[in-house]
Protein backbone atom coordinates (compact mmCIF):
# COMPACT_ATOMS: atom_id res chain seq x y z
CA UNK A 1 0.00 0.00 0.00
CA UNK A 2 1.45 3.35 -0.71
CA UNK A 3 2.19 6.23 1.80
CA UNK A 4 0.06 8.61 2.03
CA UNK A 5 1.11 11.98 0.21
CA UNK A 6 2.54 14.91 2.02
CA UNK A 7 -0.11 16.95 0.68
CA UNK A 8 -3.07 15.09 1.90
CA UNK A 9 -1.22 14.86 5.88
CA UNK A 10 -0.94 18.60 5.37
CA UNK A 11 -4.62 18.84 3.94
CA UNK A 12 -5.93 16.63 6.86
CA UNK A 13 -3.68 18.60 9.36
CA UNK A 14 -5.22 21.75 8.14
CA UNK A 15 -8.53 20.24 8.15
CA UNK A 16 -8.14 19.08 12.14
CA UNK A 17 -6.60 22.80 12.91
CA UNK A 18 -9.66 24.11 11.49
CA UNK A 19 -12.35 22.09 13.70
CA UNK A 20 -10.10 22.46 16.82
CA UNK A 21 -10.42 26.30 16.17
CA UNK A 22 -14.03 26.30 15.37
CA UNK A 23 -14.51 24.42 18.41
CA UNK A 24 -17.95 22.90 19.77
CA UNK A 25 -21.14 23.73 18.23
CA UNK A 26 -23.23 26.70 20.43
CA UNK A 27 -25.77 24.06 21.21
CA UNK A 28 -23.32 21.79 22.64
CA UNK A 29 -22.77 21.00 26.52
CA UNK A 30 -19.40 22.68 26.90
CA UNK A 31 -17.05 21.89 29.89
CA UNK A 32 -14.20 22.51 31.37
CA UNK A 33 -14.84 26.66 31.68
CA UNK A 34 -17.32 28.69 33.28
CA UNK A 35 -20.10 30.17 31.09
CA UNK A 36 -21.36 33.81 32.46
CA UNK A 37 -24.41 35.67 31.03
CA UNK A 38 -26.91 34.54 28.58
CA UNK A 39 -24.88 31.78 28.27
CA UNK A 40 -24.96 30.65 31.44
CA UNK A 41 -28.57 30.91 31.91
CA UNK A 42 -29.19 28.23 28.99
CA UNK A 43 -31.97 25.79 28.66
CA UNK A 44 -31.47 21.96 29.57
CA UNK A 45 -30.15 21.02 26.56
CA UNK A 46 -27.01 22.80 27.52
CA UNK A 47 -26.44 20.92 31.03
CA UNK A 48 -24.09 18.10 31.23
CA UNK A 49 -22.24 17.22 34.48
CA UNK A 50 -19.15 19.57 34.90
CA UNK A 51 -20.46 22.34 33.03
CA UNK A 52 -20.14 25.30 35.16
CA UNK A 53 -22.08 28.61 35.65
CA UNK A 54 -21.92 32.45 36.85
CA UNK A 55 -24.60 34.57 37.04
CA UNK A 56 -24.31 37.99 38.40
CA UNK A 57 -26.75 41.17 39.10
CA UNK A 58 -25.09 42.76 36.02
CA UNK A 59 -26.27 39.83 33.66
CA UNK A 60 -29.85 40.59 34.79
CA UNK A 61 -32.12 41.56 31.79
CA UNK A 62 -34.93 44.21 32.01
CA UNK A 63 -38.84 43.00 33.47
CA UNK A 64 -40.14 41.93 30.47
CA UNK A 65 -37.86 41.23 28.23
CA UNK A 66 -39.56 38.29 27.21
CA UNK A 67 -43.09 37.28 27.90
CA UNK A 68 -43.82 35.43 30.55
CA UNK A 69 -45.18 32.07 29.89
CA UNK A 70 -46.84 29.15 31.62
CA UNK A 71 -44.94 26.11 30.26
CA UNK A 72 -45.31 23.57 32.88
CA UNK A 73 -43.64 20.42 32.37
CA UNK A 74 -45.20 16.92 30.48
CA UNK A 75 -44.33 14.15 32.92
CA UNK A 76 -43.67 10.81 31.16
CA UNK A 77 -42.45 7.37 32.15
CA UNK A 78 -38.58 6.94 32.15
CA UNK A 79 -38.06 6.01 28.80
CA UNK A 80 -35.95 2.95 27.70
CA UNK A 81 -32.27 3.99 28.17
CA UNK A 82 -32.91 7.10 30.08
CA UNK A 83 -30.74 7.37 33.16
CA UNK A 84 -29.43 10.47 35.18
CA UNK A 85 -26.12 11.31 34.37
CA UNK A 86 -23.24 12.37 36.10
CA UNK A 87 -18.99 13.43 36.04
CA UNK A 88 -16.84 10.62 35.13
CA UNK A 89 -15.83 8.52 37.85
CA UNK A 90 -19.15 8.67 39.38
CA UNK A 91 -22.02 5.92 38.75
CA UNK A 92 -25.86 6.38 39.56
CA UNK A 93 -28.10 3.28 40.71
CA UNK A 94 -31.78 3.26 41.35
CA UNK A 95 -32.03 2.45 45.46
CA UNK A 96 -35.93 2.52 45.46
CA UNK A 97 -38.91 3.76 43.30
CA UNK A 98 -42.80 3.45 43.72
CA UNK A 99 -42.70 5.86 46.53
CA UNK A 100 -45.79 8.51 46.70
CA UNK A 101 -44.20 12.11 46.31
CA UNK A 102 -40.89 11.78 47.85
CA UNK A 103 -39.61 14.93 48.76
CA UNK A 104 -37.32 15.77 51.57
CA UNK A 105 -34.54 13.16 52.12
CA UNK A 106 -32.43 12.82 55.86
CA UNK A 107 -29.78 11.17 57.44
CA UNK A 108 -29.94 9.94 60.41
CA UNK A 109 -27.09 9.15 63.16
CA UNK A 110 -27.33 5.63 62.84
CA UNK A 111 -27.37 6.02 58.62
CA UNK A 112 -31.16 4.92 58.36
CA UNK A 113 -33.17 7.85 55.07
CA UNK A 114 -36.18 9.14 56.61
CA UNK A 115 -38.34 10.40 53.99
CA UNK A 116 -41.03 12.74 53.62
CA UNK A 117 -43.83 11.35 51.36
CA UNK A 118 -46.04 14.91 51.50
CA UNK A 119 -48.70 14.14 49.83
CA UNK A 120 -49.96 10.71 51.59
CA UNK A 121 -48.58 12.65 55.10
CA UNK A 122 -46.36 10.10 55.95
CA UNK A 123 -42.32 9.84 56.77
CA UNK A 124 -40.77 6.58 55.57
CA UNK A 125 -37.48 5.00 56.77
CA UNK A 126 -35.03 3.13 54.94
CA UNK A 127 -32.34 0.68 55.72
CA UNK A 128 -29.47 -0.74 54.75
CA UNK A 129 -28.18 -2.51 51.01
CA UNK A 130 -28.99 -5.69 50.01
CA UNK A 131 -26.80 -7.30 47.46
CA UNK A 132 -28.77 -6.48 44.47
CA UNK A 133 -28.30 -2.34 46.16
CA UNK A 134 -31.82 -2.24 47.39
CA UNK A 135 -32.82 -1.07 51.31
CA UNK A 136 -33.03 -3.79 53.33
CA UNK A 137 -35.53 -2.54 55.04
CA UNK A 138 -38.48 -0.09 54.04
CA UNK A 139 -41.05 0.95 57.29
CA UNK A 140 -43.03 3.89 57.89
CA UNK A 141 -42.49 5.90 60.78
CA UNK A 142 -45.67 8.06 60.72
CA UNK A 143 -48.76 9.00 59.42
CA UNK A 144 -51.32 11.34 59.16
CA UNK A 145 -49.78 14.27 59.07
CA UNK A 146 -50.00 17.47 57.15
CA UNK A 147 -48.15 17.88 54.07
CA UNK A 148 -44.59 16.77 55.92
CA UNK A 149 -41.60 18.37 54.68
CA UNK A 150 -38.84 19.14 56.71
CA UNK A 151 -37.03 16.51 58.94
CA UNK A 152 -34.18 17.25 61.67
CA UNK A 153 -32.86 15.08 64.58
CA UNK A 154 -32.27 16.70 67.80
CA UNK A 155 -30.21 17.24 69.89
CA UNK A 156 -27.18 16.94 67.50
CA UNK A 157 -24.54 13.90 67.63
CA UNK A 158 -25.19 10.21 67.46
CA UNK A 159 -27.99 9.89 70.13
CA UNK A 160 -31.04 12.08 69.47
CA UNK A 161 -33.83 11.91 71.48
CA UNK A 162 -36.44 13.66 69.04
CA UNK A 163 -37.81 13.15 65.60
CA UNK A 164 -38.84 16.99 64.62
CA UNK A 165 -41.43 17.54 61.47
CA UNK A 166 -42.35 20.55 60.03
CA UNK A 167 -45.78 20.32 58.54
CA UNK A 168 -47.12 22.93 56.13
CA UNK A 169 -48.36 24.31 59.57
CA UNK A 170 -46.96 23.38 62.04
CA UNK A 171 -44.02 21.96 63.80
CA UNK A 172 -44.18 18.25 65.74
CA UNK A 173 -41.56 16.15 67.25
CA UNK A 174 -41.68 12.15 67.77
CA UNK A 175 -39.41 10.25 71.02
CA UNK A 176 -36.91 8.93 68.77
CA UNK A 177 -34.20 6.50 69.57
CA UNK A 178 -31.34 5.09 66.86
CA UNK A 179 -32.95 2.37 64.98
CA UNK A 180 -36.28 3.31 65.77
CA UNK A 181 -38.65 2.28 62.77
CA UNK A 182 -41.82 3.72 64.08
CA UNK A 183 -42.74 6.42 65.90
CA UNK A 184 -42.35 5.10 70.23
CA UNK A 185 -45.13 7.71 71.18
CA UNK A 186 -47.54 9.89 69.78
CA UNK A 187 -46.80 13.52 68.21
CA UNK A 188 -45.60 16.48 70.31
CA UNK A 189 -46.90 19.99 69.10
CA UNK A 190 -43.67 22.44 69.12
CA UNK A 191 -45.21 25.37 67.00
CA UNK A 192 -48.75 25.39 66.78
CA UNK A 193 -49.64 27.89 64.09
CA UNK A 194 -47.29 27.65 61.07
CA UNK A 195 -48.50 30.20 58.28
CA UNK A 196 -49.84 27.16 56.47
CA UNK A 197 -50.55 26.47 52.76
CA UNK A 198 -50.21 28.64 49.55
CA UNK A 199 -50.21 26.61 46.94
CA UNK A 200 -49.25 28.73 43.46
CA UNK A 201 -48.72 27.10 39.80
CA UNK A 202 -45.97 25.48 39.99
CA UNK A 203 -47.06 23.71 43.50
CA UNK A 204 -44.87 25.59 45.57
CA UNK A 205 -45.23 27.62 49.15
CA UNK A 206 -46.68 24.54 51.38
CA UNK A 207 -43.30 23.69 52.60
CA UNK A 208 -41.52 24.24 55.57
CA UNK A 209 -38.02 22.76 56.45
CA UNK A 210 -36.54 23.06 59.59
CA UNK A 211 -33.19 23.05 60.95
CA UNK A 212 -31.13 23.58 64.34
CA UNK A 213 -28.60 25.77 64.82
CA UNK A 214 -24.84 24.24 64.99
CA UNK A 215 -24.51 25.13 68.98
CA UNK A 216 -28.78 23.15 69.38
CA UNK A 217 -29.94 26.22 70.84
CA UNK A 218 -31.92 27.30 67.75
CA UNK A 219 -34.82 25.89 65.97
CA UNK A 220 -35.19 27.71 61.99
CA UNK A 221 -38.51 27.07 60.51
CA UNK A 222 -38.31 28.45 56.53
CA UNK A 223 -41.76 29.74 55.97
CA UNK A 224 -42.49 30.76 51.95
CA UNK A 225 -44.88 33.62 50.51
CA UNK A 226 -48.53 33.49 50.35
CA UNK A 227 -48.37 34.77 46.37
CA UNK A 228 -46.38 35.79 43.88
CA UNK A 229 -45.90 39.20 44.55
CA UNK A 230 -47.73 40.49 47.24
CA UNK A 231 -50.70 41.07 45.18
CA UNK A 232 -53.53 39.31 48.30
CA UNK A 233 -54.39 41.01 51.03
CA UNK A 234 -53.96 37.55 53.06
CA UNK A 235 -50.27 37.53 52.09
CA UNK A 236 -49.72 39.73 54.52
CA UNK A 237 -48.67 37.71 57.42
CA UNK A 238 -45.37 39.27 58.73
CA UNK A 239 -44.27 35.91 59.23
CA UNK A 240 -44.54 34.89 55.50
CA UNK A 241 -41.19 34.86 53.44
CA UNK A 242 -39.24 34.53 56.40
CA UNK A 243 -37.28 32.18 58.03
CA UNK A 244 -38.35 31.92 61.39
CA UNK A 245 -36.23 31.52 64.91
CA UNK A 246 -37.53 29.44 67.92
CA UNK A 247 -35.53 28.19 70.87
CA UNK A 248 -36.38 24.07 70.56
CA UNK A 249 -39.60 23.69 72.91
CA UNK A 250 -40.82 25.92 69.86
CA UNK A 251 -41.07 29.32 72.46
CA UNK A 252 -39.43 32.32 71.44
CA UNK A 253 -40.44 33.36 67.80
CA UNK A 254 -38.92 36.01 65.55
CA UNK A 255 -38.41 36.34 62.36
CA UNK A 256 -34.49 36.11 61.62
CA UNK A 257 -34.34 36.87 58.08
CA UNK A 258 -36.79 38.45 55.63
CA UNK A 259 -37.72 39.39 52.29
CA UNK A 260 -37.12 35.70 51.07
CA UNK A 261 -39.73 34.31 48.47
CA UNK A 262 -39.66 30.80 49.50
CA UNK A 263 -36.61 29.26 51.24
CA UNK A 264 -37.27 25.68 50.61
CA UNK A 265 -34.28 24.46 52.08
CA UNK A 266 -32.04 24.76 54.99
CA UNK A 267 -29.06 23.65 56.05
CA UNK A 268 -26.08 24.70 58.54
CA UNK A 269 -22.45 24.35 57.47
CA UNK A 270 -20.78 21.36 59.02
CA UNK A 271 -17.46 23.99 59.51
CA UNK A 272 -18.70 27.32 59.63
CA UNK A 273 -22.50 26.55 62.28
CA UNK A 274 -23.65 29.48 58.98
CA UNK A 275 -27.16 28.64 58.28
CA UNK A 276 -27.64 28.05 54.37
CA UNK A 277 -30.89 28.56 52.02
CA UNK A 278 -31.89 27.74 48.75
CA UNK A 279 -34.76 29.97 47.59
CA UNK A 280 -37.41 30.44 44.83
CA UNK A 281 -37.76 33.34 43.51
CA UNK A 282 -40.89 34.97 42.14
CA UNK A 283 -42.68 34.83 38.73
CA UNK A 284 -43.89 36.55 35.95
CA UNK A 285 -41.48 38.80 34.92
CA UNK A 286 -39.58 36.97 31.85
CA UNK A 287 -37.74 34.02 31.14
CA UNK A 288 -34.64 35.52 33.06
CA UNK A 289 -36.30 36.93 35.76
CA UNK A 290 -35.96 36.59 38.78
CA UNK A 291 -33.00 34.14 39.80
CA UNK A 292 -33.34 31.63 42.43
CA UNK A 293 -30.74 31.74 44.68
CA UNK A 294 -28.24 29.79 47.23
CA UNK A 295 -26.87 32.23 49.55
CA UNK A 296 -25.53 32.01 53.67
CA UNK A 297 -28.32 33.60 55.50
CA UNK A 298 -27.44 36.54 57.57
CA UNK A 299 -29.18 37.50 61.17
CA UNK A 300 -31.55 40.07 61.00
CA UNK A 301 -30.85 40.63 56.79
CA UNK A 302 -33.50 41.67 54.21
CA UNK A 303 -33.39 39.54 51.11
CA UNK A 304 -35.84 42.03 48.80
CA UNK A 305 -39.25 40.05 48.35
CA UNK A 306 -41.58 41.53 47.53
CA UNK A 307 -40.58 44.91 46.98
CA UNK A 308 -37.16 44.73 45.58
CA UNK A 309 -35.10 41.41 43.84
CA UNK A 310 -31.32 41.19 43.59
CA UNK A 311 -30.67 43.97 45.50
CA UNK A 312 -32.16 47.19 44.57
CA UNK A 313 -33.92 46.57 41.58
CA UNK A 314 -37.24 47.56 41.80
CA UNK A 315 -40.02 45.15 41.02
CA UNK A 316 -41.74 46.67 38.19
CA UNK A 317 -45.24 45.56 40.26
CA UNK A 318 -43.83 47.63 43.09
CA UNK A 319 -41.94 50.64 41.52
CA UNK A 320 -41.63 53.84 44.45
CA UNK A 321 -42.97 51.65 47.49
CA UNK A 322 -40.83 51.13 50.53
CA UNK A 323 -37.88 53.24 49.27
CA UNK A 324 -36.46 53.14 53.30
CA UNK A 325 -35.97 49.22 52.19
CA UNK A 326 -34.27 50.10 49.06
CA UNK A 327 -30.67 49.71 50.58
CA UNK A 328 -30.87 47.58 52.95
CA UNK A 329 -31.37 44.84 50.59
CA UNK A 330 -28.89 41.92 50.77
CA UNK A 331 -27.54 39.99 47.38
CA UNK A 332 -27.43 36.26 47.67
CA UNK A 333 -24.08 34.90 46.91
CA UNK A 334 -25.34 32.10 44.69
CA UNK A 335 -27.74 33.19 41.83
CA UNK A 336 -28.31 29.92 39.91
CA UNK A 337 -31.13 30.96 37.18
CA UNK A 338 -34.44 32.21 36.92
CA UNK A 339 -37.79 29.70 37.71
CA UNK A 340 -34.73 26.66 38.22
CA UNK A 341 -37.16 26.13 41.41
CA UNK A 342 -34.28 25.54 43.70
CA UNK A 343 -35.63 22.92 46.31
CA UNK A 344 -33.76 20.97 49.15
CA UNK A 345 -29.77 21.52 49.83
CA UNK A 346 -27.26 20.19 51.69
CA UNK A 347 -22.90 19.74 52.66
CA UNK A 348 -21.12 16.92 51.39
CA UNK A 349 -19.79 15.30 54.75
CA UNK A 350 -18.75 12.05 53.66
CA UNK A 351 -15.50 10.98 52.54
CA UNK A 352 -16.00 8.90 49.47
CA UNK A 353 -16.18 11.38 46.84
CA UNK A 354 -13.07 13.18 45.53
CA UNK A 355 -11.45 15.43 48.36
CA UNK A 356 -12.25 18.96 46.43
CA UNK A 357 -16.14 17.85 46.88
CA UNK A 358 -15.54 17.80 50.85
CA UNK A 359 -17.77 20.38 52.60
CA UNK A 360 -19.06 21.89 49.18
CA UNK A 361 -23.01 22.46 48.60
CA UNK A 362 -26.26 20.09 46.71
CA UNK A 363 -28.92 21.77 45.29
CA UNK A 364 -32.27 19.86 43.95
CA UNK A 365 -33.49 22.17 41.16
CA UNK A 366 -36.60 20.71 40.74
CA UNK A 367 -37.43 22.63 37.04
CA UNK A 368 -39.03 25.16 35.51
CA UNK A 369 -42.77 26.02 34.42
CA UNK A 370 -42.20 30.12 33.93
CA UNK A 371 -40.11 29.82 31.08
CA UNK A 372 -40.28 29.02 27.59
CA UNK A 373 -37.44 26.75 27.05
CA UNK A 374 -37.02 24.31 30.02
CA UNK A 375 -34.71 25.03 33.11
CA UNK A 376 -33.35 23.13 36.13
CA UNK A 377 -34.10 19.28 36.49
CA UNK A 378 -30.91 18.27 37.82
CA UNK A 379 -28.75 18.59 41.08
CA UNK A 380 -26.36 21.00 41.16
CA UNK A 381 -23.28 21.88 43.24
CA UNK A 382 -22.16 24.89 44.38
CA UNK A 383 -18.81 25.75 44.31
CA UNK A 384 -16.84 27.12 46.59
CA UNK A 385 -13.07 28.40 47.53
CA UNK A 386 -11.66 28.45 50.52
CA UNK A 387 -15.01 27.43 52.17
CA UNK A 388 -16.37 30.50 50.63
CA UNK A 389 -19.26 30.56 47.55
CA UNK A 390 -17.46 31.86 44.66
CA UNK A 391 -20.90 32.65 42.99
CA UNK A 392 -19.95 29.46 40.41
CA UNK A 393 -22.29 26.25 40.53
CA UNK A 394 -22.18 23.01 37.97
CA UNK A 395 -23.66 20.77 37.15
CA UNK A 396 -23.66 17.68 38.92
CA UNK A 397 -26.69 14.67 38.26
CA UNK A 398 -28.94 16.08 35.00
CA UNK A 399 -30.70 14.13 32.36
CA UNK A 400 -34.06 14.01 33.61
CA UNK A 401 -35.56 16.11 30.36
CA UNK A 402 -35.96 13.56 27.00
CA UNK A 403 -34.32 15.43 23.65
CA UNK A 404 -37.99 16.50 23.04
CA UNK A 405 -38.44 18.35 26.20
CA UNK A 406 -40.56 16.04 28.14
CA UNK A 407 -39.89 15.26 31.77
CA UNK A 408 -39.13 12.09 33.91
CA UNK A 409 -37.62 13.15 36.79
CA UNK A 410 -37.48 15.99 39.12
CA UNK A 411 -35.00 16.50 42.12
CA UNK A 412 -36.32 17.42 45.23
CA UNK A 413 -34.05 16.08 48.36
CA UNK A 414 -30.58 15.44 48.56
CA UNK A 415 -28.56 14.00 51.76
CA UNK A 416 -25.32 11.99 51.96
CA UNK A 417 -25.14 8.56 53.48
CA UNK A 418 -23.65 7.18 55.89
CA UNK A 419 -21.09 5.65 53.49
CA UNK A 420 -20.22 8.99 51.59
CA UNK A 421 -23.04 7.81 48.54
CA UNK A 422 -25.00 11.24 48.10
CA UNK A 423 -28.95 10.25 48.15
CA UNK A 424 -31.61 12.33 45.41
CA UNK A 425 -35.19 11.99 45.66
CA UNK A 426 -37.22 12.05 42.33
CA UNK A 427 -40.72 13.27 42.71
CA UNK A 428 -41.83 12.55 39.43
CA UNK A 429 -40.84 9.14 39.19
CA UNK A 430 -41.05 8.35 43.16
CA UNK A 431 -37.63 7.35 42.87
CA UNK A 432 -34.03 7.61 45.30
CA UNK A 433 -31.55 7.65 43.31
CA UNK A 434 -28.28 6.83 44.62
CA UNK A 435 -24.54 8.30 43.57
CA UNK A 436 -21.58 6.70 44.28
CA UNK A 437 -17.60 7.53 43.28
CA UNK A 438 -15.61 4.50 41.94
CA UNK A 439 -16.65 0.90 41.55
Known amino acids: MSQPSLFLISLAATACLHI ?202 SVGSLTNDHEDPRARDERRADILEYDPDGKHERIYASGIRNAVGLAIHPKTGELWCSVNERDGLGDNLVPDYITRVKEGGFYGWPWFYIGSNYDPRHVGERPDLKDKVLVPEVLVGSHYASLCMTFYTGSSFPREYRFEGFASEHGSWNRARRVGYKVIRVVARNGAPTGEFEDFMTGFVTPDGDVWGRPVGVTVAQDGALMVTDDASGTVWRVQYGK
Open 20 to 221: ALAGPRPDEPQTGHVLTGNAAMGDWTTDAPGVRRRITAGDLPKPYATRSIDNGPSIVRRPDGAWPKVPNGFRVTEYITGLNNPREIVTAPNGDLFIAESEPGRIRVLRGLTADGKPAVNHVFASRLRQPFGIAFYPAGPRPKWLYIANTDSVVRFPYRNGDLQAAGSEETVVAELPGGGRLRGGGHWTRDIRFSADGRKMYV
